[in-house]
């Protein structure tokens, strides 16, 4: 359970931070930032369904990945070395990717099929997925980063969600676009 009794501790002043396991990191290591990106990627998530307002069902759905990306932040924050814990360390499961395949299929299946890239544009709520979009891309490309690096572990599943994560708010702003009819077609070289 997580008890927040005071927002400030004054441990971080000197510039590191705790990890999960107590262990103290700089407050720029890989894993930090990877979480970091994490938390940036949910809070545009946050302004994203302030323009979800017409459609509730997707919005309760981006509340479910609020969750997960919680979930995803926690798995990150505590990382899979191997060591016993006195604690179960959250981490995201299979379960959680295939769910965002399946409502990226069935939000798909209702679009047509893309035949030039789209410029990030049309309706409000459709620009804010993109932005969202592509705040999850650098979070994936901070997970990489941490991954490749020694004894920083970082799970598959947790790598698939990310990564799976941009291709629902790529398909999610398509859809929120009067399902692709308002989408902004990126026309090669127009103005040259």
Sequence with gaps: MVRLNKIYTKTGDAGTTGLGTGQRVRKDDLRITAYGTVDETNATLGVVRQHLSGHPGLDAKILRIQNDLFDLGADLCVP???????????????????????????????????????????????????????????AERDMVSLAAAENEP????????????????????RYVNDRGKSDVLWVPGQNR
């Excluded at 035949?115 to 409000?124: A, E, N, Q, R, V």
């Excluded at 990564?163 to 629902?168: C, G, T, V």
């Design 80 to 138: 899979d070395r191997g060591e016993k814990l006195e604690f179960e360390a959250l981490r995201i499961t299979e379960g959680q990717v295939t769910r965002l395949e399946a409502e990226i299929d069935e939000m798909n299946s209702e679009l047509k099929p893309l035949k030039s890239f789209i410029l990030p544009g049309g309706s409000p709520a459709s620009v804010a997925f993109h932005v969202a979009r592509t705040v999850s891309r650098r």
């Design 154 to 173: 970082v799970s598959a599943a947790a790598l698939k969600y990310i990564n799976r994560l941009s291709d629902y708010l790529f398909v999610a702003g």
